[in-house]
């Protein structure tokens, strides 16, 4: 038995490799599809950089399940990374870039499968192959979607994927808290999302510190939060505010402090 409650609600380990494989395969075909200009999709990057940085994220996640550790010790300083991978770039035809995202995905799904044990992520941070692996599928979700909606592309984003990166993305969610966005701040807030009751959690803020625990907990807490998976995951990768979903009834809050509900994707720093 797991000593970890959090890691033990990670996903099965067939179904998110089946799901990240998928995902990747579709990212690419997307890539494929990007024409001869190279329009900005998300902060900085435009979508060829976007593309760059999920086949080097693959590689990176390839040299971790070989032994290498993350050089990162924080999260944040996987940004610079990703920067010099972008600017090292050389081929940024659409069918190369493709093509590398093809060929990491094959060298990392391989190394994937061969896996037993943990891998060292960012910061340090121990993270099972199927942690890693739905962190995988949530970047090509996610990226996919930046990506889509700079081409006027139709992109899916399937609620039962989400939910698997919910369950994936748990361990790793205290290693972004906003320190300065949360000092002060004491809250707990029941999160549950629609279709997958056994993942419902409990966010336990604390003056700058995030702890993540399975639900329910005899602690009294402060906000109920339900939501749509596929809402919840655009939310918390900082590509919607909580707002726009909740008025079409995606994302619902009620207790004591509902407002905790919409506050919560602040107090998180963006993936």
Known sequence: MTADPVAALAPDRDVV??????????????????????????GDWSVRDVAVHVAWAMDRYTDFLGGTPSPATAVEQTATFSAAAIAEATDRTPEGLARAVDEAGERYFAAAARAEGPVTWHAGLSLSVPALLGLTLGEALVHGHDVAVALGEPWELPRAWARTVFRAA?????????????????????????????????????????????????????????????????????????????????????????????ALPGYLRRP
Request: net charge positive.
């Open 170 to 262: 748990l361990p790793a969610l205290p290693l972004y808290v906003d320190a300065a966005a949360t000092a002060g701040v004491h809250a707990r807030i029941d999160v549950r999302l629609r279709g997958d009751p056994g993942a419902r959690v409990v966010f336990d803020v604390a003056d700058g510190t995030l702890t993540v625990r399975p639900a329910p907990v005899a602690d009294p807490v402060d906000c109920h939060l339900w939501a749509d998976p596929a809402a919840f995951l655009l939310v918390f990768y900082g590509r919607t505010t909580p707002m726009r979903p909740a008025l079409r009834g995606r994302i619902l809050a009620w207790g004591r402090r509902p407002w905790l509900g919409f």
């Open 17 to 42: 490799a089946g799901q990240a494989r998928e995902a990747v395969a579709r990212f690419a075909a997307l890539v494929r599809r990007i024409g001869p200009g190279d329009p900005p999709a998300v």
